[in-house]
T-cell receptor
Framework: GESVGLHLPTLSVQEGDNSIINCAYS??????FIWYKQESGKGPQFIID?????DKRQGQRVTVLLNKTVKHLSLQIAATQPGDSAVYFC????????????FGRGTSLIVHP | DAGITQSPRHKVTETGTPVTLRCHQT?????MYWYRQDPGHGLRLIHY???????DKGEVSDGYSVSRSKTEDFLLTLESATSSQTSVYFC????????????????FGDGTRLSIL
């Protein structure tokens, strides 16, 4: 089955730096990828998504890059702020039929003022 | 968001007791999911539902059952709780694009922290 994982359990950055969080997936059939942010005591919140017909998608201060050749995606956060401190998950799955995504274990982003 | 409410938010109970967690949504989403979240693991799917009375197992379904008698409610039951079921449980729904039917990002509740002593 699908496995989705993040490369680093913790990432520490200084306020104002750019952050890059990585994720790898195993199932070539996955065509829909999502990044979530989870703050302590809360459920995951949607940040940005990308479908397999795209390589890059930008949101407000966030960019997701998808490299289907090596089955890798990344989340870039520009000008990281203390409020960005949270756990970030990637999820991958097939968008057709019953949607059953697989989630990575998460990277804890720590932003130092 | 989908207006997902999970209840209770916290529960402490003893091994061997039955436990039911409730997920209520207000957006009429067809798909609903129960996950557990444990340190060192990503969210793991317990059961999901693709409509009223239509449910299926996930990767960690042993010891759990679900019911969905109404679109808005999805119940997760631990028939006889064990300490290994101590976890944080999340409910999610999954909207679909009205025009294409393509799945959109899941929406999550804020979780139920369950401790089994």
């Amino acid at each position: 089955g699908e496995s989705v994982g993040l490369h680093l359990p913790t990432l520490s950055v200084q306020e104002g730096d750019n952050s890059i969080i990585n994720c790898a997936y195993s199932n070539s059939a996955s065509d829909y990828f999502i990044w979530y942010k989870q703050e302590s005591g809360k459920g995951p919140q949607f940040i940005i998504d990308i479908r397999s017909n795209m390589d890059k998608r930008q949101g407000q201060r966030v960019t997701v890059l998808l490299n289907k050749t090596v089955k890798h995606l990344s989340l870039q956060i520009a000008a990281t702020q203390p409020g960005d401190s949270a756990v970030y998950f990637c999820a991958g799955g097939s968008s057709g039929g019953s949607y059953i995504p697989t989630f990575g274990r998460g990277t804890s982003l720590i932003v130092h003022p | 968001d989908a207006g997902i409410t999970q209840s209770p938010r916290h529960k402490v109970t003893e091994t061997g007791t039955p436990v039911t967690l409730r997920c209520h949504q207000t957006e009429n989403h067809r798909y609903m999911y129960w996950y557990r979240q444990d340190p060192g693991h990503g969210l793991r799917l317990i059961h999901y539902s693709y409509g009223v009375k239509d449910t299926d197992k996930g990767e960690v379904s042993d010891g759990y059952s679900v019911s969905r008698s109404k679109t808005e409610d999805f119940l997760l039951t631990l028939e006889s709780a064990t300490s290994s079921q101590t976890s944080v449980y999340f409910c999610a729904t999954n909207p679909r694009d009205r025009g294409t039917g393509i799945h959109q990002p899941q929406h999550f509740g804020d979780g139920t922290r369950l401790s089994i002593l």
